[in-house]
Structures are given as C-alpha cells and as structure tokens.
C-alpha cells in the first residue's frame, strides 16, 4: 500500500491513524507517554542535540502515516529524548511540508500522532526568510503569530478553533527568560515551494508580517485544536526576497543554520529544560 492511501482511506480518521502511529512509536521506543513535541525545521537539524539523551530513533518511513523526507537538511526519524529533568520529547526531524502534495492530513499528522502519546507541548521550529533589515541570518525568533496564505486549514468539518494566543504567551515569557533579546515577529506562510517574488514580499509586510515561510501555521493549528500549547521559533536563515540584494538559495538557508547552530541549540535546550 502506498504512503498516501493512509490518509485517502475513507474509513480511517486522522485521529485513528495518529492513534496507530503513537502505538508503534510505543512499542518501539517503550515509552508509555511524552510530554514535548519538537519539530525540527531548515537549520535546526542539530539543535536537538543538547536537549538530552536519545532513548529511541525510528526512521520515519516505519511509522503509520509518517514518510521519508523529500527535502536535503530535512532529517527523516523519530527520536525519543529524555531531558536531564526526566521529560520526554518526541522530536520529529522529518516534517511534511503542505507544497509536496499529500494533502493537509499529512502535514498535521506530526502533531495528532504526538498528542494521542500525551505531549501538551508542541515546539515548532523553521527557518524561514526575514522582512525586518536589522534581522541578519542566523536571528532566531519567536512566532508571535501568524497569517496563514495557503488557503488550507488542517481541520475538518465545522470545527471551530480559537486561534487568539495560538502561540502561548506563557510560552513566550518562558523563552524571553532565558533570552530576553529574542525579537517576536508574525509568520506569514505562502505555500511555495518557490520563494516569493519581491512584491509578494512587500504584500507580506503591509498585512503585518515579519517573517516569510512554507510550515508552521497548519502544524499549530492541528496542534491547538489537539489540545496542545504551542510555542513557534523561526531562525531567520535568509532577508527575504527584495528586502536583499541577492537572490535565494537553498544552500545559503544551509549555511546560515549551520552558523547559528551552537546559539540556537542551546537556546533550545533551555527553553524545552523549562517547559
Ligand atoms: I529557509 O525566504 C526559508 N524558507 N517562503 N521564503 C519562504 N520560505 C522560506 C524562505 C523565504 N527562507
């Protein structure tokens, strides 16, 4: 059976095969229940590294609903982290973004999979192009909120979800603890996967966005309407296009994440530590 017959499969809910996917995670990692969901996005690869110990790893593709990732400097596991405090994080390195095609179930099923093992946190981290000039590559900084451009919504039928606070102040403070320079800024996700034209840039400013990306906005919403508090982090990777003199490119993203790596990672540490 193909991949995405999971999620065409009538008779299954998203919710019945996130609840299949979190037993196989069970079984093979023999964690009853996490309490931290972490994605990791472009440049944010290695972040996960100081966080604590990697109990289990499960390549993605031996998940129900889980596939190998398309995308070079996307990692394709599962890995189970024990925090030195005793917390247990799920980190998924292998994020579907909603530009490969299969459709918003697959992008959300990150996020149902690690609420039906018990997580109430969800961590999500992207790199992603920067609107304000004094943000150089390598700025990590807090979602604050978000404009969702893709015209998708990872629910399904009249459920409606308040989206007000969608990215937890009481987070929020918790990161401003231990870094009180963090900027905040608002995502505005396009669908991609190309990057914007410099007046689709201009158009992201004018409605109040900060930041330009391709993830996040559809992960958060499933993870709200999951029940799970949500805290966003962008690293700044690349100025967006026309705010730069020079054009994009997926490499520049690379090496902008791999500078800021130490900063980032620790940073991370210490706000999944305090969660
Ligand atoms: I990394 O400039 C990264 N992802 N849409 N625009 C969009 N996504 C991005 C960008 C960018 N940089």
Not at 98 to 110: F, I, L, M, S
Not at 129 to 158: C, F, M, Y
Not at 229 to 257: D, F, M, Q, R
């Amino acid at each position: 059976m193909n991949i995405n017959d999971h999620f065409s499969a009538s008779s299954q809910t998203p919710q019945s095969l996130a609840e299949q996917a979190a037993q196989t995670i069970r079984e093979r990692s023999r964690i009853e229940s996490y309490d931290i969901a972490l994605v990791l996005g472009s440049g944010w690869g290695k972040a996960a590294d100081l966080i604590g110990e990697t109990v289990s790893e499960i390549p993605a593709g031996e998940i129900p609903g889980f596939s190998a990732p398309a995308v070079a400097g996307h990692g394709g596991t599962l890995r189970s982290i024990r925090t030195p405090s005793g917390k247990i994080a799920l980190v998924l390195g292998s994020r579907t973004h909603y530009y490969e095609g299969k459709g918003v179930r697959a992008v959300a099923h990150g996020m149902r999979t690690a609420a039906a093992l018990g997580a109430q946190t969800a961590v999500l981290t992207n790199g992603c192009g920067g609107l304000v000039k004094e943000w150089k590559p390598g700025q990590p900084v807090l979602i604050r909120d978000h404009i969702n451009l893709t015209g998708a919504s990872p629910l399904e039928g009249a459920t409606f979800i308040d989206l007000t606070d969608l990215y937890s102040q009481r987070l929020r403070n918790i990161a401003h603890q231990i870094d009180p320079t963090l900027p905040e800024g608002v995502y505005v996700q396009f669908r991609g996967p190309h990057y914007e034209t410099p007046a689709e840039v201009q158009m992201a400013k004018i409605i109040g966005g900060d930041l330009v990306g391709m993830s996040t906005t559809l992960e958060a919403i499933a993870a709200r309407e999951a029940g799970m508090e949500v805290l966003g982090i962008s690293l700044v990777t690349n100025l967006a296009a026309g705010i730069s003199a020079t054009p994009l490119s997926h490499e520049e993203v690379l090496a902008a994440g791999a500078a800021a790596g130490p900063q980032i990672s620790q940073l991370l540490a210490q706000i999944v530590e305090r969660l």
